[in-house]
Each structure stands twice: as C-alpha cells, then as structure tokens.
C-alpha cells in the first residue's frame, strides 16, 4: 500500500531532491557554456591583435614600433594558445627570424597560412576548410615614394 508520502515506490523528498539535482545541473552546464563562451570571444579578440600587430611587419620597411607590437603579440599567444597554434606561431617565427639565411617565401606562406588555420580551428570558426585547402595571404600597402619637385 501507498501511503501519502509515496508515489510508485518513491518518496516525494525524493522526487524533489532529484529535480532540483537536475535544475542545478543545467545552471552548472550554462554557467560553463557561457565561461567557454567568454573564453573564446577572449581568445578571438587576442588573436585578433596577433594579426593586426602582423600588418606592422608586412613587407620590406618594417617599424621599429611594428616589430615591438608584434613581439608583444607573439608572447600574448603564449598564454592562450592551443598547442597547434603555438607550434605553428614557433615554425614561422624561425622561419622569418634574423638569423634564418635560408628564408623562402613559399615557405613563408605556408607556414603563415598553416599558423592562421590553428587559429581558426582553436576558435571554432565555422566553415574553416581543410588546412591542405586553405592559404592566407598578407597584404601591404606600397612604399610611399618621395617626389622630386
């Protein structure tokens, strides 16, 4: 027999500590989608500087304030960097480095465009296509020329 605190077996106690169980569940697993949610837009945004700080190395006549900003962004990637993105941020950086005399640019630009799709592959980027397919190209603008008057 049932009494009145019983419904097929269980206690409503019971019933109660399970659905409350499970509410607090689903508010942890929101609280986390939205922590890695935050995390991402983070990631995303220093990435972002990354490439930016890029443009002030781009092409022959780099700045001296170009290359600091882009050694600050370089060293930021080390603290949110997935390993793919940091292995592929070390082989260009050995790649452009001073001390590289064998530099090629379609070395370059394949490493470049592998250390761009890690990126995009550790933000969640949607329709990113597979690394053989994908390929980045870095544009500057031409050197200003003095005119002779």
């Known amino acids: 027999m ?12 019971d019933l109660c500590r399970g659905k409350c169980n499970r509410r ?10 939205e922590r890695e949610a935050d995390w991402r837009k983070y990631k995303y945004e220093q990435y972002k500087e990354f490439v930016i700080s890029m443009s002030g190395v781009v092409g022959t006549d780099p700045t001296q304030e170009g290359r600091w900003s882009f050694a600050k962004a370089c060293n930021t990637l080390h603290l949110i960097g997935s390993n793919g ?5 070390h082989a260009l950086l050995d790649e452009i480095g001073d001390s590289n005399p064998n530099k090629s640019v379609a070395r370059h630009d394949a490493l470049l465009s592998r250390l761009i799709w890690e990126i995009r592959e550790d933000v969640g980027i949607p ?6 397919e994908f390929s980045v190209r870095l544009w500057s603008p031409p050197p200003i020329q003095k005119r002779n008057r």
Not at 24 to 33: A, I, N, R, T
Not at 127 to 132: D, F, I, M, V
């Open 2 to 13: 049932v009494d009145g605190n019983e419904y097929c077996g269980y206690h409503f106690r």
């Open 24 to 33: 607090g569940y689903q508010l942890l697993s929101d609280e986390k989608k």
């Open 85 to 89: 993105v940091l292995a592929g941020l």
């Open 127 to 132: 329709r990113t296509p597979e690394a053989s």
